[in-house]
């Protein structure tokens, strides 16, 4: 009795490996989001942002095909989290190492940094040329007079 018994807990556990729900625990509740965590954490929101919003919006449909108890497709949505996580973590630790930063956007009212040029040793780029002013007054817009 006791030999059947063992077998039988033993197939048992062997059929829960494979089950659905665990497999939906195992990849999309911790895996996933431990990747989406360290993608995070590197900063792939700013330096990755396609890879992070698309590992993103994978596991937010994992686990909202979890929660309509279809695991195959929460499964498949939480490996590709998964993947995109870890896409994302890996393209913002090599822009990091590479010394770029996240694009800055412009302040309003402040002046955008002036172009360095690379060729020249990190000096900033010559200012074009002003175009002189015309004295004859013969400019290709002509203004009207102020009044």
Do not use: W
């Not at 659905?20 to 990755?48: E, I, W």
């Not at 994302?88 to 996240?102: M, S, V």
């Not at 402040?110 to 002013?133: F, I, L, N, R, S």
């Amino acid at each position: 009795m006791f030999r059947t018994g063992g077998v039988l807990v033993l197939l048992l556990a062997s059929g829960l490996a494979a089950c659905g729900p665990v497999q939906y625990g195992v990849h999309v509740t911790s895996r996933a989001n431990a990747a989406m965590t360290a993608a995070k954490s590197a900063g792939a929101d700013k330096l990755a942002p396609y890879e992070y919003f698309q590992a993103t919006e994978y596991l937010h449909k994992a686990k909202e095909e979890g929660a309509f108890s279809q695991y195959q497709n929460a499964l498949y949505y939480g490996k590709r989290a998964e993947e995109m996580a870890n896409r994302a973590t890996q393209i913002a630790q090599d822009r990091t190492a590479k010394g770029e930063g996240p694009p800055v956007p412009p302040v309003l009212g402040e002046k955008p940094p002036a172009p360095v040029d690379k060729d020249k040793g990190g000096k900033p780029a010559p200012k074009p040329p002003a175009k002189p002013a015309d004295p004859a007054g013969t400019d290709e817009n002509p203004r009207p007079p102020t009044p």
